[in-house]
């Protein structure tokens, strides 16, 4: 079979590969989509740990061909998501349920082969099922979903609340519209493309910013759009500037949850006594715990807009140059189709 190979840092091809071989409690998946996430330009520019060689890709969606002996409530021609995210079971964070936090967390697509490829070895315990009517194109957002659902609990929005997110990127834009989905009634994007703002104002943000203006006057400042600062600011770019501006833009009492990932080792700027004298929370909020069957239920569903969020679909052919290049400008989500050319 083809799967993609990134065989060192800055090292990525295309090969003829050895199809998977399944254990006992592994699904042979024949892969549908797969998205390209920032992570994967990380991995192979050597700024996210991982051992190659490696297929990565760890956003996939696709169709049951093989089972193995032990495995239970999948049929051949199930169509299925897969959890990258394989927590260890035994660790005293699993033992507490923060999977997330597992010490000995390993991931498809980054430690075992990912999505990237015609056919993946999928665990069991980390499929899901999907309607077999569903958009297979559409399975492959329930991983960065199940992410941005994540961040979203941690913020314990009520029905009324306001929120600020800061980024436009596919994560922002999915948690725009977990955002109204939760009941937040004023929703105000940051990003500085105007194609996603547009964008953005179509999928349920009451109001989008360029961030080329003083965002923390425009939203928060006393002629602002919500005076003395909104009720959860989610951090969805990864940037010095944005971190910093997410606790300004927090009313007294407000929380703050840092999903972007900035690089290892960058220092922000913020004031400990503006933290203490307005009592803000400032959440981290890391991969998806517990939240990879709603995300799929929710796409199921179709209350999340997804097609929107689909920029082009490439072959596997493509897919070295696609991670080896920065993204196109307006791009929101590059989806691989082994299937296609
Ligand atoms: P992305 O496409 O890079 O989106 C981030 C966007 O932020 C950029 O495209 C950019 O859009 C915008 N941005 C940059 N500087 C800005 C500024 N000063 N003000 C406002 N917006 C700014 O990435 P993504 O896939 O949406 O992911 C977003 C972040 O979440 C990344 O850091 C990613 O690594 C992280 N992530 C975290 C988790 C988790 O579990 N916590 C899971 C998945 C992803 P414009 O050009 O329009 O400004
Ligand atoms: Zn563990």
């Known amino acids: 079979m083809k799967a993609v190979r990134l065989e060192a840092v800055g090292g990525i091809t295309l090969r003829d590969v050895d199809m998977p071989d399944i254990g006992a409690d592994e699904l042979l998946v024949r ?30 969606s696709g169709t049951v061909e093989a089972i193995g002996k032990s495995v239970s409530g999948f049929a051949i021609g199930d169509r299925v998501t897969g959890d990258p995210n394989i927590a260890c079971g035994r660790c005293a964070r699993c033992h507490a349920g923060q999977v997330n936090l597992c010490s000995n967390l390993r991931a498809i697509g980054i430690h075992r082969d990912g999505g990237f490829a015609e056919y993946l070895a999928l665990p069991q315990k980390q499929a899901f099922v999907l309607p077999a009517g569903l958009n297979p194109m559409h399975g492959a957002f329930c991983e960065p979903l199940g992410c941005c659902l994540h961040g979203v609990d941690l913020a314990g929005i009520k029905p009324g609340s306001s929120v600020v997110v800061l980024g436009g990127g596919v994560i922002g834009l999915l948690t725009v519209q977990l955002a109204r989905l939760a009941g937040a009634t004023t929703i105000i994007l940051s990003t500085r493309q105007a194609s996603r703002r547009a964008l953005a104002e179509d999928l349920g943000a009451t109001v989008t910013i360029d961030p080329t203006a003083d965002v923390i006057d425009a939203i928060a400042g006393p002629a602002g759009l919500v005076p003395g600062g909104v009720d959860v600011v989610f951090e969805c770019a ?21 999903v972007g990932v900035t690089p290892q080792g960058m220092k922000v700027e913020f004031e400990p006594f503006d933290l203490l004298f307005r009592e803000l929370k400032v959440l981290g909020s890391f ?55």
């Open 287 to 341: 991969l998806n715990p517990y939240t990879h069957r709603r995300a799929a239920e929710l796409i199921a569903s179709g209350a999340i807009e997804i097609d929107r969020l689909i920029s082009r679909q490439v072959s596997l052919e493509q897919v070295p140059a696609v991670i080896a290049n920065p993204p196109v400008p307006g791009e929101v989500k590059v989806l691989v189709v082994p299937g296609r050319g």
């Open 31 to 60: 892969i549908e989509a797969c998205g390209v996430c920032g992570t994967d330009r990380h991995l192979f520019h050597g700024e996210f740990p991982c051992t190659p060689p490696v297929t990565p890709g760890h956003e996939f």
């Open 238 to 258: 990864g940037v010095r500037e944005t971190v910093e501006q997410s606790m300004q833009l927090a009313r007294a009492g407000g929380t703050v949850v840092i």
